[in-house]
């Protein structure tokens, strides 16, 4: 069936440091690729999504392009904040329902 | 690790009857759940979050005394669509946030609700 393997965490870095959390799938047909944020305390937030090949996600200053011949999507941001630690779901979504990455936290330090 | 059971994963219902939806969590306590739905190929939507002992807290144009959701205790909040319709036939799906632990938060397996 459709899985979503993720980067595994937790991930720890300086304020400006350029991020990457990997994202590679498995899926018949042509899904839907999506990146949630879950904050503290919140549910998730979409960050950004693609739904077909070759499109670009992007999202205050988040960006993930659909790669279907490595299928893969990852997240990437050329200099993190503070702000941005949370923790990062890759998803994917064929029709019926919804696979989710195990999820990477995310913690940047000042 | 982390594990929510939710169930069923799929269900079927007529018109106007109620159905319920649970998910547990199997070897940690969760303070916090978090339940979505989601149409085909479209992101999740947030639909409320359940605090145990208290009442959930419902997402702007989510009907409470349509969708009743339940936090009884630190492992099981339930989801009852009352009176269903064909247009809440969608996926469900649920996230635990885990009262202790570096990760945070986990989901669970969904269910596909189809109303006929």
């Known amino acids: 069936g459709d899985s979503v393997t993720q980067m595994e965490g937790p991930v720890t870095l300086s304020e400006e440091a350029f991020l990457t959390i990997n994202c590679t799938y498995t899926a018949t047909g042509y899904p839907s690729l999506f990146w949630y944020v879950q904050y503290p305390g919140e549910g998730l937030q979409l960050l950004l999504k693609?739904?077909?090949?070759?499109d670009k996600g992007s999202n205050k200053g988040f960006e993930a392009t659909y790669r279907k011949e490595t299928t893969s999507f990852h997240l990437e941001k050329g200099s993190v904040q503070v702000s941005d630690s949370a923790v990062y779901f890759c998803?994917?979504?064929?029709?019926?329902?919804?696979?989710f990455g195990a999820g990477t936290r995310l913690t940047v330090k000042p | 690790g982390a594990v929510v059971s939710q169930h069923p994963s799929w269900v079927i219902c007529k018109s106007g009857t109620s159905v319920k939806i649970e998910c547990r969590s199997l070897?940690?306590?969760?303070?916090?759940m978090f339940w979505y739905r989601q149409f085909p190929k479209q992101s999740l939507m947030l639909m409320a979050t359940s605090n145990e002992g208290s009442k959930a807290t419902y997402e702007q144009g989510v009907e409470k005394d349509k969708f009743l959701i339940n936090h009884a205790s630190l492992t099981l909040s339930t989801l009852t669509v009352t009176s269903a319709h064909p247009e809440d036939s969608s996926f469900y799906i649920c996230?635990?946030?885990?009262?202790?632990?570096?990760?945070?938060?986990?989901f669970g397996s969904g269910t596909r609700l189809t109303v006929v």
């Open positions: 996230s635990a946030s885990i009262v202790q632990s570096n990760y945070g938060y986990t």
């Open positions: 693609a739904t077909k090949a070759d």
């Open positions: 070897d940690f306590q969760a303070t916090t």
């Open positions: 998803a994917l979504s064929g029709g019926n329902d919804m696979r």
